[in-house]
């Protein structure tokens, strides 16, 4: 955040602490005395604009303040350890003095940044509410009630009844869940907020306190984990080039010296010798030298990365630096952010809370959970935590009312928004509500900007994709070969246009250019919180630059963890087939997390059912529907097994494996999805379990969600092998019942005999891995980096290509 140029007097006895503190201010005017008589003849001859002091003779000293530089901000250092200095800054507060208390044991840097959320709370609006508002919070446990009398973005001014103690709201002091209301209804709503100063107030004959407070930060969520540390070079080289790619600004100072530091503009990655460098151009002339150490900083994507680099080269102005070894990660939103495109243009329009003027403002950049747009902080007051009945303007010209919740107040650099003058503030707001015309317009807008050439593809015949597919040779397609579209071609473009309108269960995505439809991938919601990519195929012929698969993978997984409600991604691969099977051996190397991925092998196995009865396999045991207490030992035999992730991702959780609440959502749009449980007792329990998947035909292709699996949950018992026949008979009962035309299952190499003297036939080795959403941006920046260098190593290839002819 940038704060205009003013003039800071610092007092304080220890000259380390003095020179610590001019230079974390040094984008302001310093002057640093060793004592309060000193600072006071500084005052007569220039008035500053803020004092920092210790709490020594406290009172005496804000007297002069009030008259050599009334208007100037005073903030005191004290530990809390200083009972003496504390007990002195109370009975000032007590007299009436205005002023703002820190802990004198912070780090440098952090004062700095609390220092200059001062001044940025100075330097904001404040309205007065249009009408009355009443104030409550809690303090030390107990509930306090207050008046409103002023609002800013960063703060408020309530004033409590005298019957409260003074030395309750100490400067520094938390009070929490604070909340604001205006008939009965909040219009402000905060975890916590900071007791800046407090005075004693006198309205005619009712005595009062009056609480200066501050809610910088009061959203956050403080937790003591320590940054996720990124030590893959890989994944610390992606991350590089996404910032530089994105144009964010890459930070670079010196560890020990914050206040120095310096842009690095034109930033370039770059190969030499081998190895990745970054280069750029050291605007400001900062003082930097060849084999210096420095800290880099840039946030890209919601996400804070700090790194530590060196100084290899330092020229006129230009300046290599190393690519970090290892980068520090913190995440500030749970969603991407995108800006709109151009033919995608959204307005917000709604009342301020506090002032009630009407305000109409153009969206800078959003997800599918909020958006943000510019204000001027220095007339227009909208705090962390206001609660806002808003309009949203859409694309296509409709307007829908929303409820959304102001989350953050930020600071922005000249550069963004340069065509609004309502700088430099962006306003961050959360969705409470989210109708699903906001949603598909959303995530219709993130696509085009993230690719113009990929579209909807429920806007597509369907015919036109399964045309693209058989050019692509997708030739996996047991129940649906191509040729004989006239008997099953309608049902599959009927679930298509489904999915796609539904807007939850699933999408589809078409690259799309002057030939016509030149790839295609879907997403599906294959259980509850799991987003299956599915379907990629790229018509042949193409050429490598365009990156059409890239483009497709990415955006299909990218629109998966748009939906909030979805926690992990999965993908499956052919291992007989050779790059996919690369690339994703590959990623999974690089990306592994334990308890946040898990992989696993599987046959897709086939039994043709040809419209005859099944021949008698003799005496089997009984097969009979499962209970409750029937799923509640599967998940825990899971569970001991390691099957965690699979547990939460497959929805084998006991009170969720029969897909009712996944079932429902489908019904509501004209599909189904459901599962069936099958079991063989033993003689203490369950001996083993099959689960039957259902789903409409053509929700997969290859009809995964029409597909069984079997546990034996006592292996090695005598009856294992009659137990696992009698299962897999049912299941073929199943599919007849259903009318379908075969029986498939997804066997674990061990169950692979069993399927087999039954009388399937294996159709290929699958490898799918499932992984946290989390592991989403990584996934893709990783994916992104491997066609860059696809594309870089092609494009050298034909130079050389082109050199050689030149020569011949």
């Known amino acids: 955040m940038s704060v205009p140029t003013q003039d800071v007097l610092i007092v304080h006895p220890n000259e380390g602490r003095r020179a610590a503190l001019a230079e974390v201010l040094g984008i302001h005017r310093v002057v640093a005395v060793e004592s309060q008589v000193e600072a006071t003849r500084r005052m007569e001859s220039s008035a500053p604009t803020l004092i920092i002091a210790p709490p020594e003779n406290a009172r005496r000293f804000l007297r002069h303040v009030d008259r050599a530089a009334p208007e100037a901000v005073r903030v005191f250092v004290c530990a809390q350890s200083d009972r003496q200095g504390l007990e002195e800054l109370v009975e000032t507060a007590a007299e009436g003095h205005v002023f703002n208390t820190l802990d004198d044991s912070l780090t440098i840097p952090e004062l700095g940044r609390r220092i200059t959320n001062i001044l940025q709370l100075r330097a904001s609006a404040r309205v007065t509410p249009n009408s009355r508002m009443e104030a409550g919070f809690r303090l030390l446990g107990r509930g306090y009630t207050a008046r409103c009398l002023d609002v800013g973005n960063f703060g408020a001014a309530l004033q409590v009844p005298m019957d409260a103690s003074v030395g309750a709201f100490l400067p520094g002091a938390v009070l929490d869940d604070l909340h604001i209301e205006r008939e009965g209804r909040w219009v402000l709503k905060s975890r916590r907020a900071l007791v800046r100063h407090v005075s004693p107030v006198r309205n005619g004959a009712e005595h009062a306190l009056r609480l200066g407070l501050s809610w910088s930060g009061s959203l956050e969520e403080t937790s003591a984990a320590p940054l996720a540390v990124v030590r893959d070079p890989v994944s610390v080289l992606a991350a590089l080039r996404k910032a530089v790619r994105r144009g964010s600004a890459l930070w670079v100072h010196y560890p020990d010296t914050p206040s120095v530091q310096f842009i690095l503009e034109a930033p370039l990655v770059d190969l030499v010798d081998g190895r990745s460098v970054l280069r750029g151009v050291n605007v400001g002339g900062c003082p930097i030298s060849a084999g210096d150490v420095l800290n880099l900083s840039f946030e890209v994507s919601g996400q804070s990365y700090l790194g530590a680099t060196s100084v290899l080269q330092r020229g006129e102005g230009a300046v290599t630096l190393s690519v970090p070894r290892t980068l520090g990660v913190q995440n500030r939103r749970g969603l991407q952010r995108f ?440 996934w893709v920046e990783l994916f992104r980096s491997i066609f860059e260098r696809v594309q870089r190593t092609g494009g050298e290839a034909r130079a050389r290509g082109r050199a050689a002819r030149g020569k011949a």
Request: aromatic residues 8%.
């Open 339 to 778: 800006r709109p495109g151009p033919d995608h243009r959204f307005l917000v329009s709604f009342s301020a809370p506090f002032s009630g003027k009407r305000m109409t403002r153009s969206v800078l950049d959003m997800s599918s959970r909020g958006l943000s747009f510019a204000i001027d902080a220095s007339c227009e007051v909208l705090p962390a935590g206001s609660q806002l009945d808003m309009s949203l303007l859409l694309p296509d010209g409709s307007e829908v009312a929303c409820r959304a919740e102001v989350r953050s107040v930020d600071g922005v650099s000249s550069g963004e928004g340069a065509d609004n003058p309502l700088r430099p503030y962006r306003c961050g707001v959360r969705f409470l509500e989210v109708p699903p015309s906001v949603r598909n317009a959303v995530l219709s807008a993130f696509i085009s900007s993230r690719n113009q050439t990929v579209a909807d593809g429920g806007r597509f015949p369907f015919q036109d994709i399964w045309r693209m597919m058989e050019a692509a040779h997708y030739g996996f397609h047991p129940d649906y070969p191509f040729g004989g579209e006239a008997r099953y071609l309608d049902d599959l473009e009927r679930t298509h246009h489904q999915l796609c309108a539904s807007g939850e269960l699933g999408s589809s995505l078409v690259y799309n250019d002057a030939d016509g439809v030149q790839g295609h991938v879907a997403g599906l919601r294959i259980h509850s919180r799991t987003w299956l990519v599915q379907h990629l195929a790229v018509r042949p012929g193409f050429h490598r630059q365009d990156q059409i698969a890239h483009e497709l993978s990415a955006l299909a997984i990218e629109l998966g963890e748009a939906h909030e409600d979805i926690d992990f991604i999965r993908f499956s691969w052919r291992e007989d087939n050779r790059w996919p099977s690369r690339l994703g051996t590959w990623l999974l190397r690089v990306m592994d997390s334990h308890g946040l991925s898990w992989l696993r092998h599987f046959q897709y196995m086939r039994l043709e059912l040809d419209g005859t009865e099944p021949s008698p396999q003799g005496s089997l045991p009984a097969v009979r529907e499962a209970s409750d207490a029937d799923c509640a030992r599967l998940e825990f035999f899971l569970r001991e097994r390691g099957e965690v992730v699979r547990v939460l991702a497959e929805d084998l959780q006991a009170d969720q494996m029969r897909l009712e609440a996944l079932s429902s959502r489908y019904a509501a749009h004209g599909l189904h999805r459901a599962r069936r449980v099958f079991v063989v007792d033993g003689e203490t329990g369950p001996l083993a379990i099959a689960l039957q998947e259902e789903g409409s035909p053509g929700i997969n292709l290859i009809e995964k969600t029409n597909a069984f699996w079997f546990v034996v949950l006592e292996p090695g018992h005598p009856d294992e092998a009659a137990a696992v026949r009698a299962l897999i008979q049912r299941c073929e009962e199943h599919a007849r019942e259903h009318g379908r035309s075969a029986v498939v299952a997804l066997a674990a190499d061990e169950d692979l005999k069993a399927l087999e003297a039954a009388g399937f036939t294996s159709h290929g080795r699958f490898s799918e891995w499932f992984f946290h959403r989390s592991m989403v941006r990584r």
